[in-house]
Structure formats: structure tokens, C-alpha cells
């Protein structure tokens, strides 16, 4: 759904987690798909401890109906660049605020829970919505992968990510 015809056109990696895999600039398909699979670039494998690999989650960001109209009806670049560093900043606020993981604490002998600071993500422009009307919106694919301090990748922990979800919306607006 996301790496399919114009959508790449419109993608890009982001997040302080795909520029220390190597990953920038448009999101290739095969690429993209090894990642969500737990496969990263640099040879890391994410296998799921228990149960099912989870690939991510998809944060979406929207704009107003007006500015949608404007940007795309109206041909203004500006606004979707604007846009799009609107998504950019958001990111990057919850990249430093809530990504986390599980990492094992030796000396307590289970696993705590730690900032990471780190997001791999995917995001994908898109002009249209499913019903065909004009509306700008960037899907934002968080991988499920976050580097933690003992220098492994872990699975992301998204709790915080989730509980947030309107205050993210919120940052954005």
C-alpha cells in the first residue's frame, strides 16, 4: 500500500534510527519491506521473543481541508513543504519525548524500560484520500526497531507512542 506507483515518489526516510542504518532519501520498496520483516541494514535481525513479529505502525498526519485544497488545487509547493516539515518536526519531538525500548538489566536480572531517542521510519506523501478528494496527508511507518544503550536494536516499545497519539496530532496542528 505504501510503496506502490507516486507514493515513493513522495517518500523518504526520517528519524535518527534510519540515518544510523545508512537509510535516507526515498524509500525503496525492497528495502522498506526487509526492514518491517526485522531485517535491517546493517545485518541486525529483530525476531519476535513471543508470539507474532509486529512490522511498525502508522502515524498519520493530516492537513486542514483548506490548506489540502491550496496545496493541490492551488499547485503551492510551499505549502507542502511547509507540511512536510511540519511532519519532520513532529517526528523529531517524538523521537526525543517517547520512542523506548526493553533492554536487559543485568544487574536486576529482567528487562527495564529505556529512552531510545531513535525512530526508523518511512514516510510516504499522499495528495488524495480514498475517496479521491484532494487531501494532504504523509503516512509516517514507524519500524519496529529502536537502537538502545547496550548497542543492540531492540523491538520498539510504543506505549508512550500510543498514549500520545493526540498530543502528537496536537504538536503537528
Do not use: C
Not at 36 to 42: H, K, N, S, T
Not at 72 to 84: H, P
Amino acid at each position: 500500500y505504501y510503496s506502490v506507483g507516486e507514493l515513493t515518489d513522495g517518500s523518504q526516510w526520517m528519524g535518527e534510527g534510519a540515518r544510523q542504518l545508512g537509510l535516507d532519501g526515498r524509500v525503496e520498496t525492497a528495502t522498506f519491506a526487509e526492514v518491517l520483516a526485522g531485517r535491517l541494514p546493517d545485518g541486525s535481525v529483530l525476531d519476535a521473543q513471543r508470539g507474532e513479529h509486529r512490522p511498525g505502525l502508522d502515524l498519520t498526519f493530516s492537513a486542514p481541508k483548506a490548506l489540502s485544497l491550496l496545496a493541490i488545487l492551488g499547485k503551492d509547493e510551499r505549502i507542502i513543504d511547509v507540511f512536510r516539515q511540519s511532519v519532520a518536526a513532529t517526528l523529531s519531538w517524538a523521537e526525543k519525548n517517547l520512542a523506548e525500548a526493553r533492554v536487559w538489566d543485568r544487574q536486576a536480572k529482567r528487562q527495564v524500560v529505556e529512552q531510545a531517542s531513535n525512530l526508523v521510519a518511512a514516510a510516504f506523501l499522499h495528495d488524495v484520500n480514498r475517496n479521491g478528494d484532494p487531501q494532504l496527508h504523509v503516512h509516517v511507518v514507524l519500524a519496529n526497531a529502536t537502537f538502545a544503550s547496550d548497542g543492540r536494536w531492540h523491538a520498539l516499545r510504543n506505549d508512550e507512542l500510543y498514549r500520545a497519539q493526540h498530543l502528537l496530532g496536537a504538536i503537528h496542528n
